[in-house]
């Protein structure tokens, strides 16, 4: 068994600090593949190592997100999109109430083909919005949607130490 650490400098300049792989293998035989992602707050560094997505999805959930003016740390709470496909998604982001009815919170984003698209605040008027979500790659002139890996990140707190929680959300059928 052997180990291959990928620091996001070692993909260049344009890593900007993070990256998105895609990992495929040649054989049978079976791959883990583990995020680490780490943080220096004033209080204590923290870290946070968690599986990756075992594969793209069309459509996404999670019981809930918050952003931007809802939010209580409206910087550090993050939905991630991330598309590893070869061509750009359209993804339709529609938030809804504990019953799930639909808000008026629904919004689509565009995320370019290999890249990855990070959203801190609503785009209306309010910067704000909360709920349980579902995220949809909407499909394309040909009829195909790209795949895509949805991620809510968000901040806790473990004994009184700052921490992060990062959630890949469920893939819907």
């Not at 943080?39 to 809930?64: E, I, Y």
């Not at 083909?113 to 949809?136: C, E, H, K, Q, V």
Request: glycine share 8%; no cysteine; aromatic share 6%.
């Amino acid at each position: 068994m052997s180990r291959t650490r990928l620091p996001p400098i070692d993909f260049g300049p344009a890593a900007d600090g993070g990256v998105s792989i895609r990992v495929t293998t040649s054989s049978s035989t079976p791959i883990v593949v583990e995020r680490s992602v780490s943080g220096r707050p004033t209080a204590a560094p923290w870290r946070l190592a968690t599986t990756g997505a075992a594969s793209t999805s069309t459509k996404w959930g999670l019981p809930w997100i918050s952003l931007g003016t809802f939010s209580h740390t409206p910087d550090l709470e993050v939905l991630t999109i991330t598309n590893p496909s070869d061509a750009d998604a359209r993804v339709e982001v529609q938030l809804y109430e504990h019953n799930f009815e639909p808000t008026t919170y629904k919004a689509v984003f565009t995320v370019p083909a290999r890249r990855r698209l990070r959203i801190s605040s609503w785009p209306d008027p309010s910067g704000g919005a909360s709920g349980g979500m579902i995220a949809t790659s909407l499909a394309q002139a040909d009829g195909s949607a790209p795949g895509v890996v949805i991620e809510y990140t968000r901040p806790s707190n473990v004994g009184g130490e700052p921490r992060v929680v990062s959630l890949i959300a469920s893939p819907l059928p």
